[in-house]
């Protein structure tokens, strides 16, 4: 069953991905980007599974907003002018025909916390059962990701970690002069091209 509070927080993501995308300001359109995590993490708290949320939270919003702050101010702040207006022709059918296909999709989904569902049965009864006397944890979400996929746990974060150590070394560069070499300009000019080429006879 979708609560009315879901239909509100939809409707909100929806109008921030598009203000988003139309905005010229690129500070604001990270702004925006972060609200939607936020409103995102609410959807995941709303179903109970608090530790995406607090991941949805502090990654969408917090980390990966610091990040493209941090670019907007070593580079620049507003966006180009688009060069074809006429793609959103082509964008806005595709996007049209991707939520009706996803509508679509949705229709045969069961009722949110039915018993019946196939995501209520099979393994997850075990892990349900079994997680506080394995575990040692009260709550399963942490036990899943902690200790029965610690290892899947550990890639992930090793993608954050490396994404997180990539962006750091471009942004530190982008303020450092260039460094390739001059092409030679005369037969007596060195790299640099310092020196005055030597006349010819």
């Not at 059962?129 to 746990?153: F, G, H, I, K, Q």
């Amino acid at each position: 069953m979708i609560v009315p509070l879901d239909v509100v927080v939809f409707v909100i993501l929806l109008a921030t991905a598009v203000l988003a995308l139309q905005v010229r300001d690129l500070l604001a359109a990270v702004s925006l980007l972060a609200g939607y995590s936020l409103f995102v993490a609410l959807l995941f708290a709303g179903v109970a599974a608090v530790d995406v949320a607090l991941v949805e939270a502090a990654l969408g919003a917090g980390i990966t907003g610091v990040l493209f702050i941090a670019a907007i101010l070593a580079t620049t702040r507003r966006s180009d002018a688009r060069s074809d207006p006429k793609r959103r022709l082509v964008v806005l059918p595709l996007v049209a025909g991707f939520v009706a296909l996803m509508l679509y999709a949705s229709v045969d989904l069961p009722d949110r916390g039915d018993p019946e569902a196939p995501a209520q049965l099979g393994v997850s009864q075990v892990y349900l059962a079994d997680s506080l006397a394995d575990t040692e944890t009260p709550n399963v979400v942490t036990s899943l990701l902690a200790d029965y996929r610690s290892l899947d746990t550990l890639g992930e974060t090793m993608v954050i970690v490396t994404a997180a150590l990539a962006a750091a070394l471009v942004l530190g560069r982008l303020g450092e002069p260039a460094s390739w070499p001059q092409p030679r300009r005369g037969r007596g000019a060195r790299t640099g091209g310092d020196e005055p080429e030597e006349p010819t006879s």
